[in-house]
């Protein structure tokens, strides 16, 4: 397997992974939107809720916010040692008081443990008019986007297969560089070539448009341009090694489950 990157930011990640299966390159897909562990508002105590919100609503809200997560910090619910009940090894909480009149944002939140903070610090959660007032505990926990999508590290987790454009016989006629949608075919003295053959979107309109049937546009079964995203709560390189470590851990139980069949 090769792994070849073409973007990496702290929330983005693009690159072409070859050398692997179809099903290979969903399990990664999978994985980084439903099996990567992060922490999400699951519990709130409302104290004071005089806003135009139902407490429902604001909970709703709250749960929605992406949380930096530090995930060597907290163990999952269910494998704490607390044994589900709450302790600081499963569970953090934050807190929100406001007064109106003001737009209340996810910055407004007190965290407990300084880490575990709100990726985006404007992320609206309630306008609050004059004497309106907002009282809250949240307790954030570990889970993962299998169980809630509030839990979704990644988004927008997507793949299609490495494009292969072969260009044959050519007179520099340039219909195929004309008709191409995604601007990555150029003449280059005299013939065609491709400059960006990833951004290629495998349209055909240049096969059709060559009177010389010179241009096969196909795909490469073993090779895929992955891109995801993520929500804040983790950095894209770190959602993509604990994706790729889920499936291995997954892949170990199971070899475990059928060896003792
Ligand atoms: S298949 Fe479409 S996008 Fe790809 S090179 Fe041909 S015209 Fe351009
Ligand atoms: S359409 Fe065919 S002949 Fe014309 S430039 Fe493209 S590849 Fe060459
Ligand atoms: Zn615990």
């Not at 105590?45 to 429902?56: A, C």
């Not at 997560?69 to 569970?91: A, V, Y």
């Not at 005299?190 to 960006?196: H, I, L, P, R, W």
């Not at 090779?223 to 291995?248: C, N, Q, Y």
Request: hydrophobic share 40%.
């Amino acid at each position: 397997m090769d792994i070849d990157i073409i973007e990496l930011s702290e929330r983005k990640a693009r690159f072409v992974l070859s050398g692997v299966s179809a099903s290979f390159a969903n399990a990664l897909r999978r994985s980084i939107l439903a099996e990567v562990p992060v922490l999400t508002i699951d519990d709130v105590n409302v104290y004071e809720n005089t806003s135009i919100l139902f407490d429902e609503q604001l909970s709703l809200r709250l749960g929605m916010i992406p949380l930096k997560t530090d995930i060597k910090s907290f163990s999952l619910p269910g494998e704490c040692t607390c044994k589900g009940e709450g302790c600081p090894s499963c569970q953090v909480s934050l807190t929100l008081s406001a007064e109106g009149p003001k737009a209340v944002y996810s910055g407004d939140m007190v965290p407990t443990d300084p880490k575990v903070v709100p990726a985006d610090a404007t992320i609206p959660i309630v306008e609050l008019k004059e004497k309106h007032k907002v009282v809250v505990e949240a307790i954030a926990r570990l889970g993962t986007g299998r169980s809630h999508s509030k839990w979704q590290a990644g988004v927008a987790s997507g793949y299609k297969n490495m494009p292969v454009v072969t260009i044959g016989d050519c007179d520099s006629c340039g219909k195929c560089v004309e008709v191409c949608p995604r601007e990555i075919l150029k003449l280059n003295g005299s013939k065609a070539k491709v400059t960006d053959i990833i951004e290629c979107s495998m349209c055909r309109l240049c096969e059709e448009a060559c009177d010389m049937d010179s241009i096969k546009v196909s795909s490469d079964p073993e090779s895929f341009v992955m891109t995801f995203e993520t929500t804040g709560a983790l950095s894209a390189s770190e959602l993509a090694l604990l994706a790729a470590d889920s499936i291995k851990k997954r892949a170990e139980q199971l070899t475990e489950i059928i060896g003792a069949l």
